[in-house]
């Protein structure tokens, strides 16, 4: 069956560092996938894509890698602030027959940046 | 302007009651999705509908009923509630042409 793993315990990182989430993922073969951030009593808000066929993303401070071999993403958040403290939730993605597209969620690695 | 709107925010309820929640969103898209986010914050998909149309059906009890009155709204409606319908109930919604989905703040069920 599917299964998405994320770092399973708490990430806690000092201030200025950089953080990084895996997310690993097994019988799955996702045309894309997506990172979201979550906030205590908060909705999912969506981050980055990144496609089967692309390496790496940038936005901003963010990056995500995608490893379709290893069958992993990396997302990284460089020079981290207090701010960035959430739950980050990985989802793999394909398009769906009829419109629309089905993401399946990942755990979450809840992040923790300390002053 | 809230992009994608849930009501209500807080539901409280007997065992063996029906209740709905409803999400509107005033993105223009024409896909929207309900997933059920457990006390473990595992965030799973039930429903999806495109146009009006249900695509999307995972393994959800009977008791569990969409409805999509126009593509702007999604309802949930929920027969004889059970303890483990527990959960916080999220609506979303994206175009067809994109893959971003827009989530709304939630609807936090709590079944006693």
């Known amino acids: 069956s599917q299964k998405i793993e994320q770092n399973s315990e708490a990430l806690n990182i000092q201030e200025g560092k950089t953080a990084t989430l895996t997310c690993n993922y097994t019988?799955?073969?996702?045309?894309?996938l997506q990172w979201y951030r979550q906030d205590p009593g908060r909705g999912p808000v969506f981050l980055l894509l990144?496609?089967?066929?692309?390496k790496e993303k940038r936005k901003e401070r963010l990056k995500v890698t995608f490893d379709t071999t290893l069958k992993q993403s990396l997302f990284h958040i460089t020079a981290s602030q207090p701010a960035d403290s959430a739950t980050y939730l990985c989802?793999?993605?394909?398009?769906?027959?009829?419109?629309?597209?089905?993401?399946?969620f990942g755990t979450g690695t809840q992040l923790k940046v300390e002053l | 302007d809230t992009a994608v709107s849930q009501t209500p925010k807080y539901l409280v309820t007997q065992m063996g009651n029906d209740k709905s929640i409803k999400c509107e969103q005033n993105?223009?898209?024409?896909?929207m999705y309900w997933y059920k986010q457990d006390s473990k914050k595992f965030l799973k998909i039930m429903f999806s509908?495109?146009?009006?149309?249900?695509?999307i059906n995972e393994t959800v009890p009977n008791r569990f009923s969409p409805k999509s009155p126009d593509k702007a709204h999604l309802n949930l409606h929920i027969n004889s509630l059970e303890l483990g319908d527990s959960a916080v109930y999220f609506c979303?919604?994206?175009?067809?042409?994109?893959?971003?989905?827009?989530f709304g703040p939630g609807t936090r069920l709590l079944v006693l």
């Open positions: 979303a919604s994206s175009s067809s042409s994109a893959k971003t989905q827009y």
């Open positions: 019988n799955y073969s996702p045309a894309y």
């Open positions: 990144i496609r089967e066929n692309e």
């Open positions: 989802a793999l993605g394909g398009d769906f027959t009829g419109g629309g597209n089905k993401l399946t």
């Open positions: 993105l223009g898209h024409d896909t």
């Open positions: 509908y495109n146009n009006k149309e249900l695509i």
